[in-house]
């Protein structure tokens, strides 16, 4: 399989398929397992200062075209998740998501997270549904120069940074990742959204607001990794909608140097990964490409 | 899986503890599978469905905040369903014999119309058993009762009373749904005989639908690997009968 070997910045991965964070990734035998079932590497839950239960359910549902949730970052907090990336860091390259509400919070937990063996952490400046964390603080440029400076300040694994959709001046914030020293960005996070029950004449979801996920998101996501493509010369991590290797393939051809997914496992099961790894060798050698490197942002050709 | 908005067609008081409400939906549903659940007033919860057919139901012990607002809806009003969610129970084996402690005899409820079966039927009390008696009658060729108080049946848990079945009688499988401790010592006894089983188990679940994570034991998904699993799966669980998960995700112990 080593066509399918991946470099993000400063580290490289067998396989191009990476769990996105949210996905099978609270446990640390859950990690594990989806190691073994073919993703590169693996996105934990993202952890905060504290246990978090998150939003009461209902909490997540189907919709015809994918999946809305919000969970509303549920997590035993930074100290308890110690004993489930000592389970999953032997197994291989886990990421280790944080939020938090301020840089010298986010780069605590992220210092923590490095301290447990993450090989990287994913800051997660983008969920849309968390009061306060998320998209909240990952809206202004600013603000996320701030942040990914003092988490650089704070740590030697490679920082990525996850980004929101919900914004007109997506670019202006992939520059501010860059002129902080960010290493990597991860595109896109959940979509807002919301579901309304007629019958009872109010939102399904005990939050309200939600975040939308899956096949429908794609073609949106495709744009946004295209987009910072244009404006950043850092590594991008594209996600949003992908369900087999021409899902992958696009994110790849529009600038992703690597992929996502999560809601996918919802229906193709945690055995996608090994699917998509197969049909990306298949079609690397039926168009003769010898590596993942060599389709990345070929449609801008 | 589906989503619907049902009618409440009928709801009974089933026993001294627990709720049956009725409703139509033509779903495809096996036995042992289970459903989201949620109207305005609660939170949404997972219930296994005790009927399977066109009309299904769900039946419920009264525990708390979101099944008291369920205990509380009349015939007419609306419940948003979505489902049915897990794996269901495999009925390949030819001689089986279902066990069901507690609230647990509602999900296998359905396997006693589906296949021929015996069953063992064990309770705290009379009150949470009496019902059971008359489905006994209805679909079994044999059914035992047993309850903690002596007040129905045998006097003796639901271990003894298959103990004392299977000197009896010949199967090739159990099939067994109800609380984690009497699961846990079924399992010590039918390991010590080897007898094949499958059980359903329960976790706090959040999505229902395998993609969450909340609901994990050890690395399986309760919500959609299971809640069916084989004895020989669960002998690997290290989390089945010393703990769960919380809603944080926190490993809370049993002891």
Known sequence: MSGLKVTVGKISFDRPGIVASGIMDETGDTMVRMLRSGAGAVVSKSVGSNPNPGHRNPNFTEVPCGCINAMGLPNPGIDAFAEEMEVAVKEGPIIGSVYGSSPGEFAELAGKMEDYGACAVELNLSCPHAKGYGMEVGTDPKMVGTIVKAVKDAVKVPVWVKLTPNTHILQDIGRSVEEAGGDAIVAINTLKAMVIVPEFGKPLLSNKVCGLSGKCIKPIGVRAVWDLHNAVSIPIVGVGGIYDHRDALEYIMAGASAFQLGSAVLTEGVDVFEKINRGLEAFMEEYGYGSIEEMRGVAHE | ?255
Not at chain 2, 225 to 234: K, R, S
Request: aromatic content about 8%; proline content about 4%; some cysteine.
């Open chain 2, 1 to 255: 899986m589906s989503e619907a908005i049902v009618t409440v067609k009928s709801i009974e008081q089933t026993n001294k503890y627990s709720k049956t409400i009725r409703f139509d939906w033509d779903a495809e549903a096996k036995p042992g599978q289970f459903i989201m659940v949620w109207c305005p007033g609660m939170d949404e919860i997972p219930l296994s469905l005790s009927s399977v057919d066109d009309e299904k139901s769900i039946t419920f012990k009264v525990i708390g905040p979101d099944t008291e607002a369920l205990a509380s809806k009349s015939v007419g009003d609306k419940l948003r369903i979505r489902g049915p969610y897990g794996n269901g129970y495999d009925l390949s084996s030819k001689r089986i014999l279902v066990v069901g402690g507690g609230i647990g005899i509602a999900p296998i409820t359905p396997v006693l119309k589906c296949k021929d079966v015996d069953a063992v039927f064990a309770a705290r009390d009379a009150g949470e058993v009496a019902y059971a008696d008359p489905l006994g009658k209805e679909y079994c060729k044999n059914h035992w009762i047993c309850t903690d108080d002596g007040s129905m049946g045998e006097h003796c848990n639901a271990v003894e009373m298959v103990k004392k079945v299977l000197a009896e009688h010949e199967y090739d499988e159990i099939i067994a749904c109800g609380p984690e401790v009497m699961l846990f010592f079924l399992l010590k006894y039918l390991n010590e005989i080897g007898m094949k089983c499958q059980f359903s188990l329960e976790r706090y679940m959040k999505c229902g639908a395998g993609v969450c994570g909340a609901c994990m034991c050890d690395e399986h998904r309760v919500c959609k690997d299971g809640p069916v699993f084989t004895g020989e799966q669960i002998n690997k669980m290290k989390d089945f009968g010393t703990g769960r998960r919380d809603a944080c995700g926190t490993f809370v112990s049993y002891r």
